[in-house]
């Protein structure tokens, strides 16, 4: 057990440092077109879902973490999905087919965090649609020719242009930090369920000294 919560370490240090880029960012200025932009709700909105996968995400790496330090330690929670595996399996039950229903229950749980990290592609996706909708509303082919009327279209395309690239781009960059986290939480269930099952074909052995454990993995 000298090896507790690792996989919520690995979450955190990973978290830290991408918010320690964005806060570098928003001090060397570079995220001020992006909170000065046009319909900069729209962005704010991607962030909001981005936060609610985060925090998503954090409550199942707590899970897991948790989980996976009771299996190594020859204990599990009365009544949750671990101890009805280790139960059913050690009385003799179809160990294949109950590997297969905890395999389906674990990725069942995490499965809420891929989802909202393709939910901020597909808002990128609309803000984008929406700012070319913006740019090509001001433009009008007949008043090219009139210089006062030039400024105004060109303003309108340039903010709805804005709005197309920043919510593309905000969407894009945390859909990439949230499928990393995502990407840890499926590699902290994998290895719970090989600890699992491990755990219950061997139960005369003390799961704490899995040599998983030794090679860091949680």
Same mark, same amino acid.
């Given at each position: 057990?000298?090896?507790?919560? +690792?996989?919520?370490?690995?979450? $955190? ?17 570079? @995220?001020? =077109?992006?909170?000065?932009?046009? @319909?900069?709700?729209?962005?704010? /909105? !991607? ?20 989980? +996976? ?13 671990? #101890?009805?595996?280790? *139960?059913? #399996?050690?009385? &003799? ?12 229950? +674990?990725?069942?749980? !995490?499965? !809420?965090?891929?989802?909202?990290? %393709? ?5 990128? +996706?609309? =803000?984008?649609?929406? =700012? ?7 433009? %009008? $082919? *007949? ?15 340039? &903010?709805?242009?804005?709005? $197309?690239? %920043?919510?593309? /781009? ?33 139960? =005369? ?12 993995? #949680?």
């Amino acid at each position: 057990m000298g090896h507790q919560h +690792l996989l919520v370490v690995r979450f $955190a240090l990973f978290n830290i440092v991408a918010l320690g880029f964005v806060f570098a960012f928003y001090l060397q200025g570079w @995220l001020d =077109g992006v909170l000065g932009a046009r @319909l900069v709700e729209l962005s704010l /909105l !991607i962030v909001a879902v981005f936060a609610y996968g985060l925090v998503k995400c954090a409550q199942r790496v707590w899970q897991i973490s948790q989980e +996976l330090n009771e299996v190594r330690a020859g204990i599990s929670a009365p009544g949750g999905r671990i #101890a009805q595996y280790m *139960e059913r #399996a050690r009385n &003799g039950s179809d160990r294949g087919r109950l590997t297969d229903v905890l395999r389906l229950k +674990l990725s069942n749980h !995490i499965a !809420i965090v891929r989802q909202v990290a %393709n939910t901020l592609v597909f808002l990128g +996706l609309i =803000g984008t649609v929406i =700012g070319f909708i913006i740019a090509l509303s001001g433009v %009008n $082919a *007949e008043a090219v020719t009139d210089a006062q009327k030039v400024a105004p279209m060109v303003s309108t395309l340039i &903010g709805g242009m804005s709005v $197309a690239m %920043n919510t593309t /781009l905000i969407g894009a960059v945390l859909y990439v930090w949230l499928i990393v986290d995502h990407r840890i939480l499926a590699t902290g269930t994998l290895d719970l369920l090989i600890t699992t099952v491990e755990a219950a074909e061997s139960p =005369g052995e003390s799961p704490g000294e899995s040599p998983r454990e030794n090679h860091g993995t #949680a």
